[in-house]
């Protein structure tokens, strides 16, 4: 049995690589639907994909390209990785997905549900809790992109799909396998397409995993994928594959830290780390200006690049980042600023930077696709939520390490470098 996912961003597709290899599998994550990468000794791959706010056309095109790539290469069952709070509109994209890697497989239906209970989200009677409060009256009832006003899944999801929508209730999940799958069987009949299932506590998600590795495809988040990968692991039928999280990137060589993430917890970190080794804070306002123009930031950096580590960061506190996206617009202070952190990547690995830690998520994305990487074995765990990474398919392989605005204690840096 290989596991896949096909995840709708890059850093919930980290993230839910990491909850696999903690599990013990052999993952890999790519960018994409790589071409030429052999991925033959991954028990679990994750495809990362950035379709959570396209079309749903676009994001449908995405995900079953991605889903016929892994079926040519022997992954049993897929899982369409999404937001735990369950990100989507009216329009998509999770309804659509679902119902195009339902018809490609073949599938009946599919279960659904993006509880993950180690980070507060819970489901029950298909409402979506956020902690202690539904979803509709979390922080994510006002999220820019995806503003969550309803918290029962059912009806959400109903909405974004042309077939009947169910649930499976925590009752019979409760009740025991046999019990689970009676019901789905039972729902498929009635016309099911997506079930959502309740799940509050990790065993519910277990319970789960181990309904839905019977089928081809079930869409969720890292505790559905905590709950597949407990199931691959206790069916003990693994393909042989090479050692989890061997590192088997350089240990030595140059480093460098780039920073796009202005979180409170990634300020903090920066502040941390200038107290041991030379930061550079870029001029957000004249980045922008110039459309991300880091040539002064690179000389900088290789001046000082064989003593030890150095950090770039453009990140400015709530005030100075509304100061920057008044003058220039949201969209295209953070489109230059990314370029030009994306470009001083390119410049520093070109220089011969082999272990390179970047913080932000979306920044993430830009310097991962600006290095043009095909994908990354999944080392240990540096912090929750974030592994230490080793490029696949280059000459020079980098050690590197994705963080998301909120991840990581205050000395993560530090940790990453200790890692990598
Ligand atoms: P996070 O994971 O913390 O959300 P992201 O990289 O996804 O981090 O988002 C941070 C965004 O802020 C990026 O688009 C980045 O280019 C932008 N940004 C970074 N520094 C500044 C700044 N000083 N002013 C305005 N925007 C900034």
Known sequence: MRLAAIADDYTGASDLANTWAKAGLATVQTIGVPDGLDVSGAEALVVSLKIRSVPAAEAVEAATQAWDWLQARGFGHVMYKICSTFDSTDAGNIGPVTAALCARAGAALAPVTPAFPETGRTVYKGHLFVEDVLLSESSLRTHPLNPMHDANLVRVLARQMADPVALLD???????????????????????????????????????????????????????GLGLARGVVAGGALEAAAPVGSPTGPTTGPSAILVGSCSARSLEQVAVAARGMPVLRLDADALVTSGGDTREALAWALARLDAGPVLVAASGDPAAVAAVQARHGRAAASAAIEAGLAALAEGLVAAGVTRLVVAGGETSGAVVDRLGIAGFRVGPEIAPGVPALTTLGRARPLAMALKSGNFGGADFFERALGQL
């Open 170 to 224: 925590l009752a019979t999940i409760r009740t025991g396998d046999a019990a689970i799958a009676r019901r789905l069987a039972a729902l498929a009949g009635q016309g099911a397409r997506a079930v959502i299932a309740d799940a509050v506590a990790e065993p519910d998600l277990e319970a789960l995993g181990r309904a839905a590795l019977a089928m081809p495809v079930s869409i969720g988040a890292s505790g559905l």
